[in-house]
Each structure stands twice: as C-alpha cells, then as structure tokens.
C-alpha cells in the first residue's frame, strides 16, 4: 500500500490531475442519465475503477507478472479483473437506478451496461499498458546512454593510460645527446617534445581532437624515433590531408598502430626493414595503412603480441562510430601491415 500511495505521490503531477479531472467528466455527463446524483454516483463508481485498474496494471500485474514472462497468468488476472470491475459497476448502476427510483428514457439491459464497463476498463488497460512501456523505454534509453557514457569515458581514459611511456625517456635521453653534442636541431625537438606534451595533457582530455593535430603528434613522434639511428632508414610517412579540413577524430587512435611499426620492426639490426605509413581522406573515408617488415623468425607472428595495441584501437573505434568503420590487418612471411578506413 505505501508503494502504491508513494508512486501516485511522486506520478501524478499538474497534467496528470487534468487528465483524471477530463476522464471523470466524460464519464458524469452521460447523456443517458437525467437525474445530477445518479450520474455522479455511476460516475464515481466507474471513476474508482478504473483508477484501481489502472494502477493495478502499472505497479503489480506488468512488472511482478508479465515482466517475469508469465503470459498466460498476466492475461488471466486481466480477464479476471476487467470483468470482475464491469460487473461492480453495472451492478451499482442498476442498484442506483432503483435507490435513486430514476426512470430511464429507453431501457437498459444488464449486458449492455456489463459490456459499456467492459469497454472503459479495456481501454484504460491498453493506456496503461502502453504508458508504463513507454516510461520503460524513455527510463531504459536514459539508464543504456549514462551507462555507455561512464563506459565510453572509463575505457577511453584506460586506453589512453597505455600510451608507450618508454618513449618520453628516449626523446628525453635523445635530447640530453643533441645537448651534449651542441646539436643546432636541439631547441627544435625541445620544441616538438613539448607540442607532444601539450597534446597528451591537455587535447587528449577532450572526447574528440582535431585530426590536424593528431597527424602533428604522429609526425613527431616519427622524427624522435628517427633519432635513435644514426643513418637514414627506410621510415616513411605519407599524409594527404588538407589539415585546414574541420575534421575531429579520438585523440591518440593511430597512435598504437604507428607506435606497433616501431616496436615489431627490427630496424637497428636489419638493413632492409623498412616503416611506410600512409594517411589519407578519400571519398568521405579516412584512410590509414601502415605496413612493416618484421624478422623472419616470425614467420608465424604472434597474434597476441601484435594484437594488443590493435584490440585496443577496435575497441575505442566502436564506442566512436559503431559499425562504421574497418580495420583488417595481414600478416606475412616478412611484412605485417594495417589497413583502417574510418566513414566520415
């Protein structure tokens, strides 16, 4: 019963009271009655059940018996309870039609007044239904969204989390070097290093990033990582993208797979290991590939290995944009290589 009293408490506002005030003066003015206390008592009478079948349905017949899939006893109570609330009211109505001593302009049988009741409760049943079902909805889209969010927001700050932090102490050893040596390109990198700094700290708070600075970021992660040899290597990066373009991506999503070339590629020992990253727009697409050589004894590579980073970005991708996007990856003798094209 306080559940009952609470739900209606909290329910039932302004619109709903209009509603209840609009239903019971339909049912007053009948323009079968003449006599003003038997058309409020029928009224009444008929008021009070479907208020009863009303809520009936919404707090205990649909959530505790149809919600748990019990069909048949859900449509049994229904019956049940429609028919048992049209013979009251049918019954009280020919009981006032005698107390009040009114005599009605035509006659009235009693199954025609069981089957005008019955039609009133069955009409109030659907609405009730399909209120109840559409609060569900409304409730559920609400519950889904805040919880896809908090997923959304949790996952991405993980995968964030798993950005390679070896590299800042490379570029950071590799400036010391630059330093040591009185390089002239040393205040440069100092520069690009604290580009990438600004980036990670502060665009990769935002949900989206603009695709301009995330190719800056890929470019200079690409020279630090150049600086590691002393000779040119076979290390490529193609990008044909107008970065004037009003185009937002998640921040750091080519970042593992760039980051994976470099890891899986055996480049300080092998003269041939080559890196080609290619990023493009093309008919609406955004289109990445990369492609490296990897050493011969991995023949076979391990899926595990280089899957980590790639899971990682499939992941991220889906909680973005869904189905539309793609990402395949081929695995050969010598070569692995990465396609991802992304439907803008």
């Given at each position: ?5 609470n739900?209606i ?13 609009i239903?019971?003066?339909?049912l ?13 008592t ?5 008021f ?37 609330m ?14 009040f ?51 959304k ?38 520069l ?33 990582q ?26 750091m ?53 280089n899957?980590?980073?790639?899971e ?27 396609e ?5």
């Open positions: 019963m306080n559940k009952i009293i739900y408490r909290t329910s039932v506002g302004l619109q709903s009271i209009i509603i209840w005030l239903i019971f003066l339909v007053l003015i009948q323009p079968l009655w003449t006599n003003v206390r038997l058309s409020i029928i009224a009444s009478t008929a009070i059940g479907i208020v009863i079948t009303y809520y009936l349905n919404q707090l205990i017949l649909i959530p505790k018996i149809l919600m748990r899939r019990h069909k048949v006893v859900y449509i049994l109570f229904s019956i049940i309870m429609i028919s048992l049209a013979f009251i009211c049918a019954k009280m109505e020919f009981f006032a039609i005698n107390f001593n009114v005599t009605p302009t035509h006659e009235i049988r009693f199954g025609f007044s069981v089957s005008r009741f019955f039609t009133f409760f069955i009409l109030t049943y659907a609405i009730s239904s399909i209120i109840f079902f559409s609060k569900k909805t409304t409730e559920d889209a609400k519950l889904k969204d805040k919880l896809l969010n908090e997923k927001m949790l996952e991405v700050r993980v995968l964030k989390s798993q950005i390679n932090s070896h590299f800042l102490f490379n570029a950071l050893n590799n400036i010391y070097s630059m330093i040591y040596f009185k390089d002239e390109y040393t205040s440069g990198y100092v690009k290093l604290a580009q990438m700094m600004r980036y990670v700290m502060e665009d990769c708070e935002t949900e989206l990033t603009s695709l301009s600075k995330e190719i800056e970021y890929i470019r200079n992660f690409i020279d630090f150049k600086l590691r040899f002393e000779s040119d290597k076979d290390i490529s990066f193609t990008c044909n993208v107008n970065e004037n373009m009003n185009i937002s991506v998640p921040p999503v080519f970042q593992p797979l760039v980051e994976n070339c470099f890891k899986h590629t055996p480049l300080d020992v092998d003269k041939n290991s080559y890196i080609h990253i290619t990023l493009e727009i093309k008919e609406k697409q955004i289109r990445f590939v990369s492609e490296n050589s990897q050493p011969l004894l991995k023949q076979k590579p391990n899926v595990k290995e899957g980590i980073g790639i990682n970005v499939k992941r991220r991708l889906f909680l973005y944009y869904g189905d539309n996007f793609k990402l395949d990856t081929f695995a050969g003798a010598d070569c692995f290589k990465v991802l094209s992304i439907n803008l």
